[in-house]
């Protein structure tokens, strides 16, 4: 879950990414970027995708994508050495 604060610390906005919309196989958020403009952030998650949404403060709009980066996500599994 993501929340788009304003500069008192208020919460203007929330993107939650574990919304069927987004089809992220570990939605959690693990870094953002906002572009200068305040139009466009990059959110990457643990499942090792990046997805660009555009978002609009005002009217609390998110246009949800698919990501456009995918990388090399395995669950972690636990492995015995004894049998």
């Known amino acids: 879950m993501v929340f788009i604060m ?31 403009t305040k139009k466009n952030l990059l959110l990457g998650t643990f499942g090792s995708e990046i997805y660009e949404l555009a978002i609009e403060v005002e009217s609390q709009l998110v246009n949800p994508s698919s990501p456009f980066m995918h990388g090399h996500y395995a669950p972690c599994k636990k492995v015995s050495l004894i049998p």
């Open 6 to 36: 304003d500069r008192e610390l208020n919460s203007t906005m929330s993107i939650n990414m574990s919304e069927a919309g987004y089809g992220s196989i570990s939605p959690g958020v693990r870094s953002l970027a906002l572009d200068p």
